[in-house]
Nanobody, 120 residues
Framework: QVQLVESGGGLVQAGGSLRLSCAASGSIFSINAMGWYRQAPGKQRELVAVITSGGDINYVDSVKGRFTISRDNAKNTVYLQMNSLKPEDTAVYVC??????????????WGQGTQVTVSS
């Protein structure tokens, strides 16, 4: 069992910055990857950024050069630094953790989500 708690969302003007945090607790061993998804009304949920246990990082094209995902293993926390925010970044941002299991389907854990609103 893994619990994920996000923080750092809020209201910001276009061009501003926010840093989201996701603190993991519980059975955090064997987590293979953690990432950030976002979902806005009328849009499908999309993967924004992911970082694997080996340190590999990927971003959706629309945030490359503006967002940075990182982790602090000592604090069991993953971050999403969001710079040069645009109104189209407005969404609920949700932290995800994945465990790949032998002979079983993968397990996904989700935080409660944090609202990011970017005004124009």
């Amino acid at each position: 069992q893994v619990q994920l708690v996000e923080s750092g969302g809020g209201l910001v003007q276009a061009g501003g910055s926010l840093r989201l945090s996701c603190a993991a607790s519980g059975s955090i061993f064997s987590i293979n990857a953690m990432g950030w998804y976002r979902q806005a009304p009328g849009k499908q949920r999309e993967l924004v950024a992911v970082i694997t246990s080996g340190g590999d990082i990927n971003y959706v094209d629309s945030v490359k050069g503006r967002f940075t995902i990182s982790r602090d293993n000592a604090k069991n926390t993953v971050y999403l630094q969001m710079n040069s925010l645009k109104p189209e970044d407005t969404a609920v941002y949700v932290c995800n953790a994945k465990k790949a299991r032998r002979l079983l389907v993968d397990l996904d854990y989700w935080g409660q989500g944090t609202q990011v609103t970017v005004s124009s």
